[in-house]
């Protein structure tokens, strides 16, 4: 019960009782002697009953008091537990991802620098093979330059040899019709 609930209940009680008891006084047929006697006790019980019940509500509102600051108590140590042991998981999970990132960016670092000189070696080898074949295709091409300098001094020398022969068949056959 909060301190509102208890005032308004004592406050309740007390009137209550105070009212029951004038109206079981004042509907008593007694003689007014008798009646302020009973009135007397009945004001003795009632502020009797209104002390017991007012040490009853202020027992219950300390132990409702004191549960709530122990509660409030073990809250604040939970919470504390809870949010040191929330920075200590977070600060290992920061620095098992920085040591991640790390690894990760040194690797990086080392296959870019792997793919870089795989890049420049066959950059080379590309240049050496294309070396080869320029020589290559000179050789060849000197080769050809030759062979059709050869086949042409052979066309030359067989067209002579036509020639030559063309000529002499010329001649057996004018000379066969001379002969005629």
Do not use: C
């Amino acid at each position: 019960m909060s301190n509102m609930d208890t005032k308004d209940f004592i406050l309740g009680a007390v009137v209550g009782s105070l009212v029951g008891a004038a109206a079981a006084v004042l509907m008593a047929p007694k003689s007014g002697r008798e009646l302020r006697t009973d009135l007397n006790e009945k004001a003795s019980s009632a502020k009797d009953r209104t002390a017991e019940w007012t040490n009853t509500a202020k027992e219950k509102s300390s132990a409702a008091v004191d549960r709530t600051t122990e509660w409030t108590n073990t809250a604040k140590e939970k919470g504390a537990e809870y949010s040191q042991l929330a920075k200590e998981k977070s600060g290992s999970i920061t620095s098992a991802a920085k040591e991640s990132l790390g690894k990760i960016s040194e690797r990086t670092s080392e296959v870019t620098d792997k793919a870089s000189r795989m890049g420049e070696e066959l950059t080379g080898d590309v240049k050496g093979v294309m070396e080869e074949e320029k020589s290559e295709g000179r050789k060849l091409a000197q080769q050809v330059v030759q062979e059709i300098e050869e086949t042409k001094e052979r066309l030359r020398r067989d067209v002579e040899a036509l020639h030559k022969e063309q000529d002499l068949h010329t001649e057996t056959s004018s000379q066969e019709e001379d002969q005629k």
